[in-house]
């Protein structure tokens, strides 16, 4: 037996799309780690694009959605 005061029971949860457009094919969503590797890959290649150039970017979150 387990005794316990408290239980919470998380069942997981989906990544939020709010309808704005463009979003699906110009944001990324970084709710599991895979998704996370995907944007840092996505931050070196902008930086194999400079042309030696200083450049700046910035990582936007959209509150409790999931996506950047």
């Not at 239980?7 to 990544?15: D, I, K, N």
């Not at 944001?27 to 944007?39: Q, V």
Request: proline content about 1%; aromatic content about 14%; glycine content about 8%.
């Amino acid at each position: 037996s387990i005794y316990y005061t408290k239980l919470v029971l998380a069942t997981g949860s989906e990544v939020y799309y709010p309808e704005i457009s463009g979003i699906k094919e110009y944001a990324f969503n970084i709710y599991n780690y895979e998704n996370a590797k995907i944007l840092k890959e996505h931050i070196i290649n902008l930086g194999k694009l400079n042309d030696g150039n200083r450049f700046n970017f910035a990582i936007i979150g959209a509150s409790c959605t999931g996506i950047e």
